[in-house]
Nanobody, 118 residues
Framework: QVQLVESGGGLVQAGGSLTLSCAAS????????MAWYRQSPGKEREWVAE???????NYRDSVQGRFTISRNIAKNTVSLRMNNLKPEDSAVYYC????????????WGQGTQVTVSS
């Protein structure tokens, strides 16, 4: 199996920046796509960004232009650089990974809290 561990969350003022990191271990050869999701209290978990293999990235509209996802395949890490943060970005952020040919993400981290104060 694959283990994912996130780090880098914290408290930041609106307009500030944070970088989240996720380290994968275990059977990392099973990973094809990695992503970040987030969940706020009382809301469904939502997809934020994904990176396919090493460079093909996609973003939800509300973070496009502010967030950047990157991946180091050799080090089995994925990062999310978040700029110009807004209070509505506050959430628990989860790292996720999925194997080739799998529709749903099948590996998840434990989450890291991001709080943006106004």
């Amino acid at each position: 199996q694959v283990q994912l561990v996130e780090s880098g969350g914290g408290l930041v003022q609106a307009g500030g920046s944070l970088t989240l990191s996720c380290a994968a271990s275990g059977r990392t050869y099973m990973i094809h796509t990695m992503a970040w999701y987030r969940q706020s209290p009382g809301k469904e978990r939502e997809w934020v960004a994904e990176i396919i293999s090493g460079s093909n990235a996609n973003y939800r509209d509300s973070v496009q232009g502010r967030f950047t996802i990157s991946r180091n395949i050799a080090k089995n890490t994925v990062s999310l650089r978040m700029n110009n943060l807004k209070p509505e970005d506050s959430a628990v952020y989860y790292c996720a990974a999925k194997s080739p040919g799998v529709t749903s993400y099948n590996f998840w981290g434990q989450g890291t809290q991001v709080t943006v104060s106004s």
